[in-house]
């Protein structure tokens, strides 16, 4: 295998950032439990309060208003499960209102809540991925308890107009929650200007390790924890304060605050590039979802002709790492079901390659896929059916 | 370092992917038979076109739309088939190909479902453009459903044809699972890989 790697798939995640790994390093001596008195304990308490205001202040929010968990899968299992708690108890709202293009932490969990006797109403949207407004007013009523809408959809990168759909939700009483596990880090966010009552986020999306996350609760809304067991975050998740995804996960939200204006552009104009020269070098490519609002990294692309596995392993044989939504990578015989709902036959969905751009992405590498790619197309067009 | 370089296949699989042989690349190739089976919308597709002299395969070139597995496993039957008899390469089976292949992934096996689908689909159109009679179609029969005595063969028949678009609507013309109801799930399962084969 080529010792060379060009990592073109940060939307599944991110490498660590070189300024994180060196907090880690330096902090995995900080080994008390944030919850005792002693000095051990008050200097991991310490670690902890101030990554929370990291947190806090890269979307707008207090301290108080967020809380760490394990992961984005978390935040949203937590967010959803709020519909059996007590808050909505006797309030007639049983109701979850989502989108068609959710990821599986949300899609799947509604699911399940639906078995349990949760009513669900999903609402899809146009060709580019963008939410369906009419269709959210529409489904809107006072028996909906909470309505979840991704802020930017992680396999096309639009990103969707949230503020928008927390005024229609909340106009009918219902809280508002948004999975911003892609869009925070990317772009700015701001949790007041956007009204939202709780938001999602991952730390191994941008550039902190996997398995930390947070959830922003905001100040005054009725909340009942997922994990019960202790008096942490306040009653608000039982568990021990994990001390090194804490103040990694602070660390890296100040380090995209501080570089968002700069890192934003310098994105785009490397997805730009790639997307252009892409178009003008091979034939018959489209581009999916909206290329307006759109995160500054992601470029969704199919090829028809050529199957989604294999351009992802002649690739990946060349030391470059995509994803895509062809069913065979998954181990489903169903092709990615957000690019069917955006209107893709099935074709060009299996034969889509999602290229995600992240801080660590130089031009060189965008030349590299531009000199590897072509010929690897041609190659498997010619040996296909179609 | 080490666990960077292995594949997600075996090293034959990789080798055929890399260097796929017999790929079908003359528009003009003058075939004896000829078969295609797949469909979009499963993601993968594949064509088989043959040659035959004295009931021998003497040369196979294909094509497929499909993942690394159906390019490696198609690579591998196309070697394995040519030189064989049509009675041997009628009863090539996927696991004969997964096993010169040093195995698939579980999930993956689906695609050299279709290799060798293809290639009896191909000596199926060979017999009938000879107007000969297919005696290895019964041969390779394999009864899914002891009390009524249905057949794969007829299952696969009937989703071809359309004939039968849900497991209710095989059940209706089969009776199949309708006695003992032990072959339901067999059943069940071969129908719906089928739909997924023939795209419905
Ligand atoms: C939109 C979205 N939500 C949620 C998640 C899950 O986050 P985590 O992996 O931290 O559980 C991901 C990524 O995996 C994602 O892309
Ligand atoms: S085996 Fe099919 S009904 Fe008995």
Same mark, same amino acid.
């Given at each position: 295998m080529n010792s060379k790697i060009v990592y073109l798939d940060n939307n599944a995640t991110t490498p660590v950032a070189p300024e994180v790994k060196e907090i880690i390093l330096e902090t995995l001596d900080i080994y008390g439990n944030a919850s005792s008195m002693h000095g051990p304990g008050r200097l991991a308490n310490a670690a902890v309060s101030h990554s929370r205001k990291a947190v806090a202040s890269l979307i707008g929010a207090?301290?108080?208003e967020i809380i760490f968990t394990g992961g984005g899968s978390e935040s949203n299992n937590t967010v959803l499960n709020l519909?059996?708690?007590? *808050?909505?108890? /006797?309030?007639g709202r049983d109701r979850i209102i989502t989108t068609k293009i959710e990821h599986p932490s949300i899609y799947e969990t509604v699911q399940t809540l639906e078995t349990k006797g949760v009513k669900v109403t999903l609402i899809g949207v146009d060709g580019k991925g963008n939410l369906k407004m009419d269709e959210l007013e529409e489904a809107m009523g006072d028996d909906v308890a909470i309505v979840s809408i991704m802020m930017? /959809?992680?396999? *096309?990168g639009t990103i969707l107009d949230i503020g928008e759909a927390a005024r229609i939700a909340h106009s009918c009483g219902a809280l508002f929650h948004t999975d911003a596990v892609q869009a925070v880090g990317k772009i700015p966010v701001d949790v007041k200007a956007l009204d939202i009552d709780f938001l999602s986020l991952s730390g191994h999306k941008l550039y902190a390790q996997k398995g930390i996350g947070a959830l922003f609760i905001k100040k005054g809304i009725p909340f009942c924890p997922l994990i019960h067991g202790g008096h942490q975050e306040a009653g608000r998740r039982a568990g021990t304060y994990n001390n090194t995804g804490i103040i990694a996960l602070g660390r890296a939200a100040k380090l995209a605050e501080d570089q968002m204006e700069q890192e934003i552009p310098r994105e785009q104009a490397l997805r730009d590039d790639l997307k252009e020269r892409l178009l003008a070098t091979v034939p018959d490519i489209t581009i999916n979802g909206d290329q307006e609002a759109i995160l500054p990294g992601t470029l969704n692309v199919s090829f028809p002709g050529a199957e989604g596995e294999s351009i992802l392993l002649y690739l990946d044989l060349e030391g470059i790492a995509v994803s895509t939504g062809s069913a065979c990578a998954t181990g489903s015989l169903e092709a990615s079901y957000v690019l069917l709902e955006l209107g893709l036959g099935p074709e060009l969905a299996h034969s889509s390659i999602r290229f995600s751009l992240g801080a660590y992405n130089t031009q060189e590498d965008v030349d590299y896929v531009l000199e590897k790619l072509p010929p690897i197309i041609k190659k498997i067009r010619e040996m296909s059916t179609l | 370092m080490s666990f960077m370089d292995e594949w997600v296949y075996t090293d034959t699989v990789k080798d055929h992917f890399m260097n796929p042989k017999n790929?079908?690349?003359?528009?003009?190739y003058k075939e004896d038979g000829k078969g295609m089976v797949g469909s979009m919308a499963c993601g993968d597709q594949m064509l088989v076109a043959l040659k035959i002299e004295n009931d021998i395969v003497v040369d196979l070139k294909w094509k497929t739309y499909g993942c690394a597995s159906a390019i490696a496993s198609t690579s591998m039957m196309s070697e394995m088939a040519i030189g064989m008899t049509l009675d041997e390469a009628y009863h090539l089976t996927p696991e004969m190909i997964t096993d010169r292949l040093g195995g698939l992934p579980n999930h993956k096996f689906h695609c050299s479902v279709l290799g060798d689908k293809a290639l009896r689909a191909a000596i199926d159109d060979y017999l009938e453009r000879q107007g000969r009679e297919n005696t290895f179609k019964k041969s390779v029969a394999k009864i899914i459903c002891e009390c009524k005595g249905v057949t794969d063969q007829q299952i696969e028949a009937l989703v071809q044809s359309e004939e039968a678009l849900s497991f209710e609507q095989l059940q209706e013309q089969t009776g199949l699972g309708t006695v003992c109801g032990k072959c339901k799930n067999t059943a069940k399962e071969l129908f719906d890989e089928l739909l997924h084969i023939y795209g419905h």
């Open positions: 207090e301290p108080e519909v059996f708690s007590d *808050i909505f108890e /006797n309030t930017a /959809n992680n396999e *096309i | 790929i079908l690349s003359d528009p003009d």
